[in-house]
């Protein structure tokens, strides 16, 4: 049972105590009501909750297992650090705990306590926490779990320091799931050093306690360079990174990637024994081998059993302070994986050393993660699969911002699962806010809350700009249409509005527009909010990294309320002559978004800048569109705007009409038009008869194209068609092209990656 708290939810705490409501629960409810009540603005939330009265609200992330209250609160002095504690704690534990030391002789002091006895029972990395009035004590069974009630014992006193009152209180704590953390595992630009020194402290914070480094475009951790050791350069910025990760209670795994072009001989088996025992050399204690995204030779499962086992028995095994092997398969989703029985997940279950885990997606790459698909697949490889959930990872939609909550966990996971890691985004410091949720679900499944996660992770990323970064990160949630088909709640306030008002729009034919069961005023207002909270980022966050990283992506999310702003006046304008001032509005907002998108973030992969394009941008296209055709009808001069081609995926595989169509320039003497296919970062099989491509929408043709794939399209049998209609297609390209399309025209099927498919346009 759980005492009653004294602070001012004490009526609530009642209420649901006798409902017998969860405390930690309860908890993320009172610490969702802290987070911008109605009026605050966001210079108001700029200065921290105080108060001279010890019923001030506590709330502690990751919530804790269990928590007790007790009656009665204690002045605060600061603390007062034993002899006991400065010897027998870690290095990394004295350094949290000095910025709390008291100047009187009335602060409390503070005691760590391993017990002697294993009849008191603390799970792993676990640990109690009493706050007493005579002292402070910590028991844990092992440094980590010292160092995680430390961690929290921080977060108590940090409010303790705002109010000047300590809470008594009694906590026993522990993680849900083992191992769990983040894997850099994206393709495109690998993380900075200083972005990992960052991370790697932000985890110890967290209490997430796994780093797997591999990222996809690491040469020395991929082909080509696999078989090469890191040079000195580069290997000493790891073993800088590898202390820094014990400092912070991180396993550090690294990761090496050889299917591409592995020779399943001796000498590729040595060369990884070689490089494993590099890293070894270096400082790292914990390995993982990934064969994920590859075909041909190094994609056999009884290959890959063969030299996992090797690497288990030739050297995980001959060390004694070596964490247990992880490999990532190269069927590593159910929608991947051959179902037949002794096929590729059978095999590893039944020949790979129980002693190594194996990696899982989910139900397919990119799905959220369910107790029916971890049994699916447990059942297949004879062990609990580690997780490998690619949220928030954004490296197929590079053009986005992925900031929304983490929800989509199935919180009977510990039960099914050995480790759980993320991967993120290329940016990682935009990846903060989900990466504290991740920590959040995964050391107490039960009590995690998404919503209230999320926001408690703005208010720690980012609370000198919290309020105004919410409105820009509920805008930028949704990936847009893909292959892998998985899209998130954004907007959620106008969204059903704004779905409404696209549905209506063609029959918006004459003002004043009658919209009597849409609130415009409250739209607008939402609209409004978007410029001054992209001022209030811009001129107040601390953080100059993640201000780098999002920048471009602030300046459109600012013309887009311009536009939608404009657009929402022009609703509700009582007739074409007052309405046409704010068309005008939305085009030179509509202008600088495109512009906007042109100019930045112009990887080859999905360049350019989307915010709030899931509703609010579909909205505004459509909407600009629709009243230019009809101000030219009512005789307005409607000035040309800057215009985009466009385009629609064309396929005969369903997963893959999904696909979005990117827009580009290619820079020249003259400028030109290209739409191009997101590429596909893993392993695609056409079956005879399987094509994709794309239509052109827009009133221009095709004038030239850039189709690479891997191997070849000379060598993977793979032909190039076109088409005036998409019923007639030729193999040569004429003036009046308008599709096309890569089709499998042999009577086998084909595996390769596809690169990079850009078509030019006049």
């Not at 799931?177 to 932000?202: A, C, S």
Request: proline content about 7%; glycine content about 6%.
């Amino acid at each position: 049972m759980h005492s009653k708290p004294t602070f001012k939810y004490r009526r609530i705490y009642t209420a649901f105590s006798l409902a017998g409501f969860p405390i930690s629960i309860l908890i993320r409810l009172m610490a969702l009501t802290l987070f911008f009540l109605p009026g605050q603005s966001s210079a108001q939330l700029k200065t921290p909750l105080a108060s001279t009265h010890p019923q001030a609200p506590l709330s502690i992330y990751p919530v804790p297992q269990h928590i007790q209250f007790k009656q009665d609160s204690l002045p605060f002095y600061g603390i007062r650090l034993t002899a006991g504690l400065k010897m027998t704690g870690e290095d990394n534990i004295v350094p949290l705990l000095t910025p709390f030391t008291g100047k009187t002789g009335k602060s409390i002091a503070i005691h760590l306590i391993k017990p002697a006895s294993k009849a008191v029972e603390i799970p792993k990395e676990g640990y109690t926490l009493k706050i007493t009035a005579r002292q402070i004590q910590i028991r844990y069974q092992d440094p980590r779990g010292a160092f995680y009630g430390v961690q929290t014992l921080t977060q108590i006193l940090n409010h303790a320091k705002r109010t000047g009152f300590l809470p008594l209180l009694d906590i026993m704590d522990y993680p849900d799931i083992p191992r769990r953390g983040i894997v850099e595992g994206f393709y495109g630009t690998p993380w900075t050093f200083q972005d990992r020194v960052d991370q790697l402290r932000f985890y110890g914070k967290w209490k997430i306690n796994t780093y797997i480094y591999g990222p996809k475009d690491d040469i020395y951790h991929s082909s080509p360079n696999w078989r090469l050791p890191y040079p000195k350069d580069q290997a000493a910025r790891l073993k800088e990174l590898i202390h820094i990760a014990r400092q912070n209670e991180v396993d550090f795994y690294w990761a090496i990637h050889p299917g591409k072009d592995i020779q399943w001989n001796q000498a590729d088996s040595l060369a990884i024994i070689h490089k494993l025992q590099s890293l070894y050399d270096l400082g790292v204690r914990h390995f993982a081998v990934f064969f994920d995204d590859i075909a041909g030779e190094g994609a056999k499962a009884q290959k890959q059993a063969g030299l996992l086992n090797y690497i288990q028995n030739s050297f995980i095994s001959q060390h004694s302070d070596i964490g247990p092997l992880i490999m990532c398969p190269t069927e590593y989703n159910k929608l991947w994986a051959d179902p037949k029985p002794n096929t590729y997940l059978d095999i590893l279950g039944q020949q790979l050393d129980k002693r190594i885990e194996i990696m899982w997606t989910g139900n397919s790459v990119i799905h959220d993660i369910t107790k029916e698909g971890e049994d699916w697949v447990n059942n297949r490889i004879g062990r609990k699969a580690f997780v490998w959930w690619n949220f928030p990872v954004n490296d197929y939609v590079r053009n986005h911002l992925l900031l929304g909550p983490v929800y989509g966990l199935d919180k009977d996971l510990p039960k099914n699962v050995s480790g759980f890691v993320a991967n993120p985004m290329d940016k990682a410091a935009a990846s903060k806010v989900a990466i504290f949720s991740v920590a959040d679900f995964c050391w107490n499944t039960k009590a995690y809350l998404p919503d209230a996660s999320w926001q408690k992770g703005i208010q720690q990323v980012l609370p000198e700009v919290a309020h105004s970064y919410k409105i820009f990160a509920q805008n930028n949630t949704d990936p847009g249409p893909s292959y892998h088909q998985y899209r998130r709640i954004e907007s959620p306030a106008i969204q059903s509005v704004l779905d409404t008002l696209l549905a209506r729009t063609d029959q918006f034919t004459e003002f004043p527009i009658k919209l009597t069961d849409i609130d415009l005023s409250a739209l607008n207002a939402v609209c409004q909010s978007f410029s001054p909270a992209v001022q209030d980022i811009l001129m107040h966050i601390k953080d100059t990294a993640l201000l780098r990283e999002i920048k471009p992506w602030l300046w459109h999310f600012a013309s887009l309320g311009k536009a939608a702003t404009a657009l929402t006046q022009l609703l509700s304008a009582p007739d074409s002559k007052k309405a046409f001032p704010y068309f005008l509005q939305l085009q030179k907002a509509r202008n600088q978004l495109i512009a906007i998108d042109r100019q930045y973030n112009r990887n080859p992969y999905q360049p350019g800048i989307v915010t709030g394009g899931r509703h609010i941008q579909p909205w505004i296209e459509k909407s600009y569109y629709h009243f230019a055709e009809l101000f030219k009808k009512q005789g307005w001069a409607v000035p040309d705007a800057v215009d985009q081609a466009s385009g629609r995926v064309i396929t005969s595989i369903p997963e893959f009409k999904q696909l979005s169509v990117q827009k580009d320039v290619a820079a020249g003497n003259k400028p030109v038009q290209v739409l191009k296919l997101s590429p596909i970062l893993e392993v695609l099989r056409f079956n005879p008869g399987d094509y994709m491509g794309i239509a052109v929408k827009s009133n221009t043709s095709v004038t030239n194209q850039v189709i690479t794939t891997q191997p070849s399209l000379e060598k993977s049998g793979l032909q190039i068609a076109y088409s005036k209609d998409g019923i007639s297609w030729q193999a040569d390209r004429d003036a009046d092209t308008k599709q096309i399309r890569l089709i499998n025209a042999t009577g086998q099927p084909i595996s390769f990656k596809l690169e990079r498919f850009d078509i030019l346009l006049q």
